[in-house]
Structure formats: C-alpha cells, structure tokens
C-alpha cells in the first residue's frame, strides 16, 4: 500500500524524477513478491498462448465454412514439416553437453574437485543424446537405402 501511496504522490508532484521505493519496500515484501511475479507471468504466457491456438483454429474453421457456402474446394489444412527425431536430440545433445562442459568447469574451480563431478551429469546426458541421434541418423539412413532398392 505504500507503494501505491507513493506513486500517487509522484504523480501529483508532476513526475519530475523517479521515486525510490527502496524506503518503503522491506526485503520480506521483495522476498514474496518476486516468486509471486515469476508464477504470474508464467500463468499470463500460457493462458496467451491458449487463446493463441483457439484463435487460430476459430479462423481455419470460418475459412472452411466460407469455403463450402461458395462451393469452393475446402482447402487441405496447412502441412507442417516435422523434424526427424536425430536432429532434436542432436541440438539438445550438443546443449547439454556443453552446459555440462561449463558447470563442470565453473564447479571445479569453485569448489574443487568433489564440486565438479556434479557437472558430470549433464555432460553424461549431452554425450548420451548425441549417441543417440547418430545411431537414429543411421537407422533412418539404412531403411531409406533399403526402400530405394527395393523401389528401382
């Protein structure tokens, strides 16, 4: 409330400078409001996100009702490309592990080498996913190889 105090009273003084709020704020007020902040704007991003997609599905429903008042072909819904799953896993494979190059670094420094070693996790993971993704690539790239020789 003296927050809201304070802001009224930067307006009707004109709103030459910036108040400071760091008299009437205690660090117990800062300390609640910061996860409450972070929990909102979370909540905002997929409540937004929600209406997004009902909003895109409500115009391809109105394009396929106008389609069929003027007997027009109803149009194919817009084909999306989906990556193959090597290439996802690749990128997250390459993300962790360099997040794990760094933590392990950054812990080693900091704490030693008893600290360090938990770095080692994500690293594991990053190396695991790239595994991963090569062995998916070549899968892939056999039934592919396989299918064309079939076909000729």
């Known amino acids: 409330m003296d927050v809201l105090v304070s802001v009224v009273e930067w307006l009707i003084q004109g709103g030459d400078s910036m108040p400071i709020f760091a008299d009437t704020l205690s660090a117990d007020t800062l300390a609640v409001m910061i996860p409450i902040t972070a929990i909102m704007g979370g909540i905002a991003v997929a409540i937004v996100g929600i209406i997004m997609g009902a909003r ?50 950054a812990l080693w420094i900091t704490a030693g080498s008893e600290g360090g070693v938990w770095g080692l996790i994500p690293l594991a993971i990053g190396v695991g996913l790239l595994i991963s993704s090569t062995v998916e690539k070549k899968e892939i790239d056999q039934k592919d190889t396989r299918n064309r020789a079939g076909q000729i």
């Not at 997040?99 to 392990?104: K, N, P, S």
């Open 56 to 105: 895109k599905k409500e115009l391809e429903h109105k394009e396929r009702i106008i389609a069929m008042e003027k007997g027009i072909a109803i149009p194919e819904p817009p084909k999306t490309e989906c990556r193959p799953t090597y290439q996802s896993n690749r990128s997250s494979g390459f993300v962790m592990t360099c997040i794990g190059i760094a933590i392990t670094l």
